[in-house]
């Protein structure tokens, strides 16, 4: 079976340090990978997704930037982390490219900026 | 484009009531819907989706949601409340073939009362 994972479970960094939070995808090949953020009461917010190696598109732009440096692995990074970039960051996802299939989620990494 | 409106951000019920959980969506193509249910602190857990076929779609945890053309509705429902059934629902919706994008809703938080 297929199973994702994401860490850390939660981080606290101040303003301006730099950030990166993995998530790993288990039993499956050429997922399509996805980052969410969301912030409390307003759903998620799509920031990035990935169809292969190396293939990163952005939704919003922002201080966030994503990297696949392998199949079944998805980054999220930030050189200087905001006040703005506190959240409940969530990693997702599917099975190959039909969009009738649902995401998978991970269990999420909640981020607090000082 | 896509849209998802989800009516109530908070619902309350009693143990043992109806729980009606509302979604409207809006597709210029056949769309896909999902219903996830969010635990605190947690990632996204699919509950059921519609895709093609029978319009009334069965779930895990008891419930259920009924596809409705007419009224481009996905609303979800389960016949008797439980106390671990409060959480938070999204409703989801994706389109044509070819999508990697997943529209939610903004979500509902679901109280039950005992």
């Known amino acids: 079976s297929q199973t994702i994972h994401q860490w850390p479970a939660t981080l606290v960094q101040p303003v301006g340090s730099p950030l990166s939070l993995e998530c790993t995808v288990e039993?499956?090949?050429?997922?399509?990978l996805y980052w969410y953020r969301q912030a409390a009461g307003r759903g998620l917010q799509l920031l990035f997704y990935?169809?292969?190696?190396?293939?990163i598109s952005s939704e919003v732009p922002q201080n966030l930037s994503a990297s696949r440096p392998q199949d079944r692995q998805f980054i999220l990074s930030s050189k200087k982390l905001l006040l703005s970039d506190s959240g409940f960051y969530l990693c997702?996802?599917?099975?190959?490219?039909?969009?009738?299939?649902?995401?998978?989620f991970g269990d999420g990494t909640r981020l607090s900026i000082l | 484009a896509q849209s998802v409106t989800q009516l109530g951000s908070h619902v309350s019920v009693s143990e043992g009531a109806l729980v009606l959980l509302r979604c409207n969506y809006s597709?210029?193509?056949?769309?896909?819907l999902f219903w996830y249910v969010q635990y605190p602190n947690q990632g996204l857990q699919l509950l059921l989706k519609?895709?093609?076929?029978?319009?009334l779609v069965k779930g895990i945890n008891g419930f259920e949601a009924e596809f409705k053309k007419s009224e481009t509705s996905f609303h979800l429902t389960k016949p008797s409340a439980h106390m671990s059934d409060a959480a938070e629902y999204f409703c989801?919706?994706?389109?044509?073939?070819?999508?990697?994008?997943?529209?939610f809703g903004t979500g509902t938080r679901l109280k039950v009362l005992a």
């Open positions: 997702a996802w599917r099975k190959g490219e039909a969009s009738n299939q649902p995401q998978h």
């Open positions: 039993g499956t090949s050429n997922p399509n």
């Open positions: 990935s169809v292969g190696i190396g293939q």
């Open positions: 597709s210029s193509v056949p769309p896909y």
């Open positions: 519609y895709t093609t076929g029978a319009t």
């Open positions: 989801a919706v994706s389109g044509a073939s070819g999508t990697y994008k997943y529209i």
